[in-house]
Structure formats: structure tokens, C-alpha cells
């Protein structure tokens, strides 16, 4: 597992992917695995020289209006939820209240006491 407070995933969220997989694929050489995630949204698992690196997903529609291309840090943390009463302590906030994700594990959006918006996540047992 990684260590707390280690980054341990990063995800692109693009207007368009396949332009975003050209662009890394040629520049950086890396190759995309598709995993269809039900009828409207497919997650692209990035692999630099076969290891997964990080993740992509296309954004849109009235929820993401306004919100550029961007990358998502997450950062590992021993307990979200206890790591969360900190956060509010030290002047941070959370955007998005956690959730499980199933394989992966249970994450919270939150943003540190300057705004600057991360992922923080308790990762599931044997994910590293």
C-alpha cells in the first residue's frame, strides 16, 4: 500500500481524450487502457512501460461547466475520515464528502486552507 501522505494516484480530466491520448502517447509514449464504466462514461488507465501511472476520463456536460482540462492529485492517507476532522482544524474544507469506490477505496475532494483542491484517499487493501 502507499505510505500515508505519499501521492499515490494522479487522473487527467480532459474535454477530449482521444486528442489528450495522442498528445501523451506521442510525447511521453505512454498507452491507454479503456475500461468502460457504464453506458455514458469510460476510465482510461495510463501505463508508462506497462506500470499504471495514472488515469483519464472525459468531462462535461453542466456539472463540469467552466471547469478546465486539469490534473487530479490523490494523496494516500492512513484514515480519510479522521484525516478529514484535521483538515477542518487546520483551516481546509472538503468538496466532496467521502465515497467508496469499490476496489479502489474510499476517497474525499477536499481543498487545503489556500483552495488548492486534491484527492485524498484511504486505498483499499493490496492497492498500491
Known sequence: ???????????????????????????????FDDMPMGPDMTYTIIRSNGEMVGGMMQIGGPAFEGVPDHWMSYIAVD?????????????GRVMREPWVAEGVGRIAIVADSNGAAQGWMTPADGVS
Do not use: C, P, Q
Open 1 to 31: 500500500m502507499t505510505a500515508h501522505g505519499a501521492f499515490h494516484w494522479n487522473e487527467l480530466m480532459t474535454r477530449d481524450a482521444a486528442k489528450a491520448k495522442d498528445f501523451y502517447g506521442k510525447s511521453l509514449g505512454w498507452t
Open 79 to 91: 484514515d480519510v475520515d479522521k484525516r478529514i476532522e484535521k483538515l477542518k482544524a487546520g483551516g
